[in-house]
């Protein structure tokens, strides 16, 4: 069993930046793809970023709202995933989740849902204007 915590959100205004922690129980964090899922009000649950290994090399995902603006990274002696998100944007308002999968995820999969095993309880991130 995988335990998620995110922290880090709160509220910035428009233009400004945070960075988001997950912090994930477990020996073999190394080996798990994690990913970062937004859900605004009324809406579904998107894919943000997604941080995953095979063998030495290190691939990420984004969605392309964020490209450019958001950074996926993670410190495998910490068991920690962070999302530093720059340049936000009102339409960035949502409670972010993160989530695991105890395997490596190719593109396609990494962007579902279904994929990831174990969830955060969210953190919730507004952005004023």
């Known amino acids: 069993q995988v335990q998620l915590v995110e922290s880090g959100g709160g509220l910035v205004q428009v233009g400004g930046s945070l960075r988001l922690s997950c912090a994930a129980s477990g020996r073999t964090f190394s080996t798990y793809a994690m990913g970062w899922f937004r859900q605004g009000s009324g809406k579904e649950r998107d894919f943000v970023a997604a941080i995953t290994s095979s063998g030495s090399a290190t691939v990420t995902y984004y969605a392309d709202s964020v490209k450019g603006r958001f950074t996926i990274s993670r410190d495998n002696a910490k068991n920690t995933v962070y999302l530093q998100m720059n340049s936000l944007k009102p339409e960035d308002t949502a409670v972010y989740y993160c989530?695991?999968?105890?395997?490596?995820?190719?593109?396609?999969?990494?962007?579902?849902?279904?994929?990831?095993?174990?969830w955060g309880q969210g953190t919730q991130v507004t952005v004023s204007s």
């Open positions: 989530a695991a999968a105890a395997t490596y995820l190719p593109y396609g999969p990494a962007l579902a849902r279904v994929a990831y095993n174990y």
